[in-house]
């Protein structure tokens, strides 16, 4: 019995030999193997660092509303900055964060790579699509953000809106969230989506009556649209327009309030 058991003493010692040479020998291959990738990492990443194939020769500029010096300019100055740079070794978040300094009044700029040499910029500035009265003209965007213009005869063709008191902390933080601004804002999205009503033009809204917004179309006539309902009251007003017998001269109102269109007379 006791050659037995010194038997299975035997095997067991031989079996943990085997285990703790296998587990040695995974263990080499594995640091051999980790040696091989860190070194293939560097070699790689050094080539793409010092090739001529990846360095920065061009740079676009996606949606934006700059015209077209502007954008010129941005090239140049990111050209003369950082051509012939690797691409990979360029500070992206720097370069966006270098440009929301230029263009504070920028909804959202983002900087990306395009290999193998192009950088890519998407710098998208708010738009004005009216102007509200106050103690002077302030340009708002579809947010009812507060936009600084410097070139103020761009602004000839936008509506005025009337009827919107700015409070002293909107004036600060730059952006009107009065609910008739958005009553106004909501107004103008809604003629914009209706092509024959859009073309006329409109040249003012009035929202100091959120019951009661009316706005005037650029030839002078004066539209009664209430406060809901814009879509449906601006398709109607559309076919009202196109109507071969409407002579526009003799129009003073078109009062979509009740349904059809009621036309008042001058």
């Given at each position: 019995?006791?050659?037995?058991?010194?038997?299975?003493?035997?095997?067991?010692?031989?079996?943990?030999?085997?285990?703790?040479?296998?587990?040695v020998?995974?263990?080499?291959?594995?640091a051999?193997?980790?040696?091989f990738?860190?070194?293939?990492?560097?070699?790689?990443?050094a080539?793409?660092?010092?090739?001529?194939?990846?360095?920065?020769?061009?740079?676009?500029?996606r949606?934006?509303?700059?015209?077209?010096?502007?954008?010129?300019?941005?090239?140049?100055?990111?050209?003369s900055?950082?051509?012939?740079?690797?691409?990979?070794a360029?500070?992206?978040?720097?370069?966006?964060?270098a440009?929301?300094?230029s263009?504070?009044?920028?909804?959202?700029?983002?900087?990306?790579?395009?290999?193998?040499?192009?950088?890519?910029?998407?710098?998208?500035?708010?738009?004005?699509?009216?102007?509200?009265?106050?103690?002077?003209?302030?340009p708002?965007?579809?947010?009812?953000?507060?936009?600084p213009?410097?070139?103020?005869?761009?602004?000839?063709?936008l509506?005025?809106?009337?009827?919107?008191q700015?409070?002293?902390?909107?004036?600060?933080?730059?952006?009107?969230?009065?609910?008739?601004?958005?009553i106004?804002?909501?107004?103008?999205?809604?003629?914009?989506?209706?092509?024959?009503?859009?073309?006329?033009?409109?040249?003012?809204?009035?929202?100091?009556?959120?019951?009661?917004?009316?706005?005037?179309?650029?030839?002078g006539?004066e539209?009664?649209?209430?406060?809901?309902?814009?879509?449906?009251?601006i398709?109607?007003?559309?076919?009202t327009?196109?109507?071969?017998?409407?002579?526009?001269?003799?129009?003073?109102?078109?009062?979509?309030?009740?349904?059809?269109?009621?036309?008042?007379p001058?």
């Amino acid at each position: 019995m006791r050659k037995q058991g010194k038997g299975k003493k035997l095997g067991f010692n031989s079996f943990v030999k085997d285990l703790r040479g296998s587990v040695v020998k995974i263990a080499l291959n594995f640091a051999v193997i980790s040696v091989f990738l860190v070194i293939a990492f560097l070699l790689g990443k050094a080539y793409l660092y010092r090739s001529d194939y990846f360095r920065l020769n061009r740079v676009e500029i996606r949606e934006t509303f700059l015209d077209q010096r502007s954008l010129v300019s941005i090239k140049s100055r990111i050209l003369s900055s950082y051509k012939s740079k690797s691409i990979f070794a360029l500070d992206l978040k720097a370069i966006a964060q270098a440009l929301q300094a230029s263009y504070p009044d920028a909804k959202d700029i983002s900087v990306s790579l395009a290999l193998p040499d192009k950088l890519v910029i998407k710098l998208k500035l708010r738009k004005p699509i009216a102007v509200v009265r106050g103690d002077k003209l302030y340009p708002v965007d579809e947010e009812g953000v507060i936009i600084p213009v410097a070139d103020q005869a761009s602004l000839k063709w936008l509506p005025v809106v009337d009827g919107v008191q700015l409070r002293p902390d909107e004036r600060r933080a730059k952006v009107i969230k009065s609910k008739n601004m958005k009553i106004a804002i909501d107004l103008l999205r809604n003629i914009k989506d209706v092509k024959a009503v859009a073309d006329y033009g409109v040249d003012s809204v009035n929202a100091k009556d959120t019951a009661n917004i009316t706005f005037y179309l650029r030839n002078g006539i004066e539209i009664r649209i209430g406060s809901d309902n814009f879509k449906e009251r601006i398709i109607v007003l559309a076919k009202t327009l196109k109507d071969p017998r409407m002579i526009m001269g003799r129009i003073k109102y078109i009062d979509l309030r009740f349904g059809d269109a009621v036309i008042g007379p001058r």
